[in-house]
C-alpha cells in the first residue's frame, strides 16, 4: 500500500467534516484495503466510520425498514425486523460472498461502491428505497447512474438506507463460483400499484426490467415472466458468461424468484 493516515472519527459531525476535506471513508473494507493493496486506489487519508453510533442499527419506522449504513451482512442476515418484514432482504445478505466478508462487509459500502455484480443495489432499486446522506434523500431511481458510480456527491456520505416494505418479494442470484458475487441476479419486489424486477451482474450496472416489471405487474406468476423475451442489449459477455447466455438466466432467474415470492 501507498502510505495514508488514519481518523476514528466517533460522530457523524466528524466524519462528515473529514470526508468532505478529501478523506477516504472506510466501512468494512472488503472492497477498499484490496484496492489500495492492489495500488488501484491510494487515499492520503482514511475515515473508519466503525465508531460512528449514527450510522449503526436497524429500525421499523411506519411501513420502512430503515438499516444504518455500517450494518454488517450478517447483521441484516439474523436480524428478527428483516427477517419478518423483508425475509427477502435477509436472505440476501446471508448469501453474500463468505462468511469473512459477512461479517465486515457494510451495506453502506456495497451501496456507495455499486459492484455492477453486486447484490444490494438490486435490493434498493427493486424495494424502490431512499438512500439517506446528512443533508438529502436520494431516491433509488436516481441513485445508481452506471456501475462504480453514484448519485453521492465528493465527500457525502450515506447514513442509512429506508426500504418500504413490499407485500411479496424475493432474491435470487446465480453465484459466481469462486466470489460469490452474482453473475445474474434477479430481485423482484410486490408492492399494491406495482411490480419492480431489478437486475445485478448483467455486466453494466444494475438495472430495472420493464418488460418483466409490466408482465408481472398484470399477472405476479412464473408463467407471466417466462413469456417475455429478455434482449441482450446492454448486456455484456465476459470470461464467465455470454451476454445471450446471461440474457437467459435473468427470465430463469425471475421466474423462480417469483416462485419463491409466491411461497
Ligand atoms: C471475496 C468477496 C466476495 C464478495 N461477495 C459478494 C457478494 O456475493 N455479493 C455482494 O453484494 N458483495 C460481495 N462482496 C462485496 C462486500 O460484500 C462489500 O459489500 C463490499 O466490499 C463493500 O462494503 P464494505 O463495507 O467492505 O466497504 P469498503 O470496502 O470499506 O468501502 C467501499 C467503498 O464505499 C465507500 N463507502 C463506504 N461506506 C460508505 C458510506 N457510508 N457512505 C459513502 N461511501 C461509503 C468507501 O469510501 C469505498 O469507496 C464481496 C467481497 C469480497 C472481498
Given at each position: 500500500m501507498y502510505a495514508f493516515t488514519f481518523e476514528r472519527p466517533t460522530s457523524l459531525a466528524d466524519a462528515s467534516r473529514l470526508a468532505a476535506a478529501g478523506g477516504k471513508l472506510l466501512a468494512g473494507?472488503?472492497?477498499?484495503?484490496?484496492?489500495?493493496?492492489?495500488r488501484l486506489a491510494n487515499p492520503e487519508q482514511l475515515v473508519d466510520i466503525t465508531a460512528v453510533r449514527e450510522l449503526a442499527g436497524i429500525r421499523r419506522e411506519g411501513q420502512s425498514l430503515v438499516i444504518g449504513a455500517m450494518t454488517r451482512h450478517a447483521d441484516v442476515a439474523v436480524?428478527?425486523?428483516?427477517?419478518?418484514?423483508i425475509p427477502a432482504l435477509a436472505h440476501l445478505a446471508a448469501n453474500i460472498g463468505d462468511r469473512q466478508v459477512r461479517a465486515l462487509g457494510t451495506i453502506g459500502g456495497s451501496v456507495a461502491n455499486n459492484d455492477p455484480a453486486a447484490c444490494y443495489p438490486s435490493a434498493v432499486l427493486a424495494l424502490k428505497a431512499t438512500v439517506n446522506t446528512p443533508t438529502r434523500k436520494i431516491a433509488a431511481d436516481d441513485f445508481f447512474p452506471a456501475m462504480f458510480t453514484?448519485?453521492?456527491?465528493?465527500?457525502e456520505l450515506i447514513t442509512s438506507i429506508a426500504f418500504p416494505i413490499p407485500k411479496r418479494a424475493a432474491y435470487i442470484?446465480?453465484?459466481q463460483q469462486a466470489s460469490r458475487f452474482a453473475l445474474v441476479g434477479v430481485f423482484v419486489a410486490q408492492f399494491d400499484d406495482g411490480v419492480r424486477v431489478a437486475v445485478t451482474g448483467g455486466g453494466n450496472g444494475v438495472f430495472r426490467h420493464q418488460g418483466l416489471e409490466q408482465a408481472l405487474t398484470r399477472s405476479f406468476t412464473p408463467e407471466a415472466a417466462a413469456g417475455v423475451k429478455v434482449s441482450t442489449d446492454n448486456l455484456s459477455g465476459d470470461l464467465?458468461?455470454?451476454a445471450e447466455y446471461r440474457a437467459n438466466l435473468i427470465g430463469v432467474l425471475t421466474q423462480r424468484a417469483v416462485a419463491k415470492a409466491l411461497g
Open positions: 473494507g472488503q472492497t477498499l484495503l484490496a484496492s489500495m493493496k492492489l436480524h428478527p425486523e428483516v427477517r419478518s418484514a453514484t448519485a453521492l456527491n465528493e465527500g442470484k446465480f453465484k464467465h458468461a455470454s
